[in-house]
């Protein structure tokens, strides 16, 4: 039996030498990928097929967080891994070896059996089965993706950007599991903050990407910014409005018109003092249609007097709000719309000119309607502008031409540049925190 391990792990550690993608496995076997012949090849004693269960991305989460209940069998080649990435797994192997491991396949769990679309798994399922195992059902990792599910082990990489990106820059993940991901910030140390906003606190993640809470008991604090003398303020959404959370906690603005706010998302800060704040109302529960009368929205123009003044209230979903760096051209992102909207910044703080600056690769016409998913917006220091959509990160050279799109493991909510040197995009969307290293820098300002 010894002679039999120290092969296997032999063999393992070879074929991991050779290849760029590991498994992370539950159980015993912590790192194990195993190159076997094509499923063309794979030869099985199973009797006859039956109705598998397949999981929806719903069951298959629920399993996922239980690990010591279910043993994972991914019957995938590495190189399709790789390609599509996969889920924590117990064991990785073709089906035509499924005979061989029988005896390091505990039989005190359930078993599941994982292929791209559940077609193989459903061929294993059938001969574990045959072999007195208990298989609860069958994944298809492509299924399971469309379905919103999170893959691990693609590798994430940039195109190349000119001036932003070089190609092959990997999108490192710095987290994972937040109760919640938005409002980015960058703190002078180069540090981020953001909203763990279910969870009403704000993290901190510092340069050497150790993490932190930062605050807690926030008002449901959903984005940041930062002002000259290094105060915090947020829009909130427990109490809808805007505020400063340090150095003392005080509403700056509730309602407008005698009305109180619905749900500010989103807010930018200019060295003037003036903040712009859109509020969309409440996010649609998944998979709910847009209503044909959206209900009333705002973006808002909150002036250092403490006066509010509204903006316009005909952008179906009003989202994230950026300013230039010389703070002459705001910048909405309209979560239904196609295009990013622009105004023009007027001396006295007003805006006027509205015009559609960019056209959104995201938007796309979705079951519950059209939508681009566009989120957060930051600027860099030559005046590119970077929106998250449902597509990634979109970039914009200061005229609205396209650049590029960096896509994600999951799709980004807001993003902000921080740094030692404001040279890390940082990130945020679904729970997840993602870091690129660019070529280029962020403003280097107070504010957001």
């Avoid at 970077?386 to 979109?394: D, I, K, L, R």
Wanted: net charge positive; charged share 20%.
């Amino acid at each position: 039996m010894r002679k039999i391990e120290k092969s296997l792990k032999r063999k393992w550690f070879l074929t991991a030498a050779r290849t760029t993608f590991t498994l992370f496995a539950i159980g015993a076997w912590s790192t194990a990928l195993i190159t076997y012949p094509t499923l063309s090849q794979a030869q099985t004693t199973a009797g006859a097929a039956q109705t598998e269960n397949e999981f929806t991305r719903e069951q298959l989460d629920q399993l996922l967080a239980a690990p010591d209940k279910v043993t994972f069998i991914d019957l995938r080649r590495a190189d399709e891994i790789a390609a599509i990435g996969g889920l924590p797994v117990y064991l990785n192997i073709q089906v035509s070896e499924l005979d061989r491991f029988l005896p390091y396949i505990p039989r005190d769990r359930s078993v599941v059996t994982v292929s791209n679309h559940a077609g193989r798994a459903k061929r294993a399922a059938n001969y574990l089965r045959s072999q007195g195992y208990t298989v609860t059902g069958v994944v298809g990792v492509e299924n399971y993706a469309a379905q919103g599910g999170t893959l691990y082990g693609k590798l994430f990489a940039t195109p190349a950007i000119d001036g932003v990106v070089a190609a092959g820059t990997r999108v490192e993940v710095i987290r994972e599991g937040f109760d919640g991901t938005e409002g980015p910030v960058a703190l002078t140390d180069g540090s981020i903050i953001f909203t763990e906003n279910r969870a009403d606190r704000i993290v901190r993640i510092a340069p050497d990407n150790s993490v932190s809470t930062y605050l807690e008991k926030t008002g449901g604090a959903n984005s940041l910014a930062i002002g000259a003398k290094g105060e915090l303020l947020a829009v909130q959404t427990a109490k809808p409005g805007v505020a400063q959370l340090q150095p003392a906690s005080n509403v700056l603005a509730a309602a407008y018109s005698g009305k109180p706010f619905n749900r500010p998302n989103d807010l930018a800060l200019a060295r003037t003092g003036n903040i712009y704040f859109s509020d969309p109302g409440a996010p649609l529960a998944a998979g709910t249609p847009a209503p044909a009368v959206p209900a009333k929205t705002g973006l808002y123009w909150l002036n250092p007097r403490g006066q509010v003044k509204l903006i316009t209230d005909d952008i179906r979903r009003p989202n994230g709000v950026a300013l230039s760096p010389d703070e002459k051209t705001l910048y909405v992102a309209n979560t239904w719309g196609e295009n990013l909207i622009a105004f023009n910044v007027q001396p006295d703080g007003s805006l006027a000119g509205r015009h559609d600056f960019a056209k959104l690769a995201g938007f796309r016409n979705a079951p519950e309607g059209p939508t681009s998913g566009a989120d957060g917006i930051a600027v860099d220091a030559s005046g590119r502008v970077y929106v998250a959509t449902s597509a990634g990160v979109e970039v914009f050279s200061p005229e609205g031409t396209a650049l590029g799109v960096i896509a994600l493991p999951k799709q980004p909510q807001n993003l902000a540049f921080g740094g030692a040197d404001h040279s890390q995009l940082y990130v945020v969307g679904r729970g997840s925190v993602y870091r690129i290293k660019t070529l280029t820098k962020g403003v280097d300002r107070p504010g957001k």
